[in-house]
């Protein structure tokens, strides 16, 4: 029934959100056990492609659903990826995990704003005020001027945040490819890249940290594919709000592996943030259906 994939498509947001925080936690865990940002980023993409290549061989095609027409437009995603992925670890790295998260939260504030820049879409009056309210709730978790959140930091998560958008609309031109197939050529095409600066920051390693870095990839990896798989399951405007589950994982994380919670004025900037893409994502809801219910046809 189409309510069961609906609640399916929840389940498998909440728990792609579960295993995306966890390696977060991981990536900040590696770190402070001396791994690199570009080892983090080594491993965490080549981890990951025995766990997609399983999914993959599993599925209707087997691996023969890897072959692609749309090389070109992979390549284009996996170069946006991995900029972003540099800064999507590069402010867990800086900041405490609910202060990187919490960024994380204005996607939906730069999908607007790219949507209106780059595609062109027509965005009333409501949505650009819900933009601007999004970036009221990130100056209140910044607070310029104060030591809290370093400057710096914001910054890079606030670009990790735009670079997650991009690949989102991106990720529009290839829609019609399966998300087993996208995951996988991300891996790889993104993999060479990466190990050019990483000739340069090899490391010696404890085997503990050697597992950490292993488990990047693995949860990294089920972490992709549940978000996609429930991308398919159900609407946006409904599994969307599950993200912010994320807040709840990086402040347990936090205080546990590093004894550190979020600062107070997190705790007011964030449900800012929150409800300005919470409205966003109805707003695209209410839009959508009042387009499908023009082109429907008349009786």
Sequence with gaps: MPGDRVLAGIALRLLAIFFLSTMSALVKLAESRGATLFETMFWRQACALPVVLAFVARGPGGLGSLRTT????????????VVGMVFTFGAVLLLPLAEATTFQFTVPIFATILGALVLR???????????????AGVLVVVQ????????GGAIVGLLAALFVALVAILLRQLRDEPSGTTVFWFSTLTLPLIAIPYAFHLKA??????A???????????GQLALTGAA????????????YSGLIWATLY???????????MTWVGAPIIIASGLFIVWREQRLGKQQTATAAPED
Excluded: C, Y
């Excluded at 749309?70 to 990826?81: D, N, Q, T, Y």
């Excluded at 879409?121 to 970036?135: C, D, Y």
């Excluded at 950490?212 to 089920?222: P, S, Y």
């Design 70 to 81: 749309r090389l070109r437009g992979h390549l284009a995603r996996s170069m946006v990826g």
């Design 121 to 135: 879409e027509r965005t009333g009056i409501q949505r650009w005020s819900a933009v601007l309210v999004g970036f």
């Design 144 to 151: 310029p001027g104060s030591n809290d959140v370093p400057v």
């Design 205 to 210: 390693h404890d085997l503990l940290t050697w």
């Design 212 to 222: 950490n870095l292993a488990a990047i990839g693995i949860v990294g990896g089920m």
């Design 232 to 243: 398919k399951m159900a609407p946006v405007s409904s599994v969307v709000p599950m993200d």
């Design 254 to 264: 936090g205080w546990l592996l590093f004894g550190m919670l979020p600062t107070p």
